[in-house]
């Protein structure tokens, strides 16, 4: 279906891009996301989702918004401090492009829903705090064959990676077999986490999330991007598929 004059004028610096263009424009409005917590990482990606034009996006979360916050989830505001965060999301994304279709799912991934909440998408993103549901999203994406974005942050320090096991790289099980300790990844509220880092982590999940949608450029299948933001570092390090890796690996 050819777009609309409103949709041509929303999207011109997109439909320009020589890598996008009408029909990479069309492939995102008819796309299908699903973004798995939208607090520091989940805020900046989905608006720039919803920017972008995500035909139906599911914004799967079950905490509420507090004070402490809003120094990095920018998709909130201080009034809806106390409200659940999915609730928030519909609203901001909805103000934002009134034309995207915003599914809120106030839940926690769990072993009896996630496949039933993560099927029927073409792609998810996943930027929760929790190693247990990351573990539990790998597992539900491999098995569904829905490709992954995955992004983390912490401190200065923040991490971007794409996974589609079925193409011969590798899955987050792969890279992470076993939980971290508690030393070792902090929660925020211990360790601290610069707001600003949320955003550009975040961003580039966005950005390999429309990467992937228009088959644009190389995605980051095989490889780990590191960013250092006190040092203004980045580094690419590649990832291989983990031979007897329970979830994709494959025998020697």
Not at 75 to 87: A, M, S, T, Y
């Amino acid at each position: 279906m050819p777009l609309a004059d409103d949709e041509l004028e929303r999207y011109a610096r997109h439909i320009v891009l020589h890598e996008i263009g009408g029909p990479g424009q069309q492939a995102l409005i008819a796309a299908r996301v699903a973004v798995v917590g939208a607090g520091g990482l989940g805020s900046p990606a989905l608006l720039y989702l919803a920017a972008a034009g995500v035909g139906e996006i599911t914004v799967i979360d079950d905490d509420r918004v507090s004070l402490s916050n809003l120094q990095r989830q920018v998709l909130h505001r201080d009034r809806d401090v106390g409200r659940p965060k999915v609730e928030s999301a519909v609203e901001t994304l909805g103000a934002l492009n009134p034309s995207v279709k915003v599914t809120a799912r106030d839940v926690r991934l769990d072993a009896a829903n996630a496949q039933e909440i993560l099927a029927g998408q073409d792609l998810v993103l996943d930027g929760c705090d929790g190693f247990e549901t990351r573990r539990l999203v790998n597992e539900t994406c491999a098995a569904l064959r829905i490709p992954l974005v995955s992004g983390a942050i912490g401190r200065w320090e923040g991490q971007v990676s794409v996974f589609r096991p079925w193409l011969g790289g590798p899955c987050y099980a792969c890279l992470f077999p076993e939980a971290p300790s508690p030393d070792q990844v902090p929660a925020c509220a211990e360790a601290g986490v610069l707001g600003a880092l949320a955003g550009m982590i975040g961003s580039l999940m966005a950005s390999e999330a429309v990467k992937l949608i228009v088959g644009a450029g190389e995605p980051l299948d095989g490889r780990l991007l590191l960013w250092d933001a006190l040092d203004a570092e980045a580094r690419t390090i590649r990832v291989k598929k983990r031979a007897g890796c329970p979830v994709c690996g494959v025998e020697d």
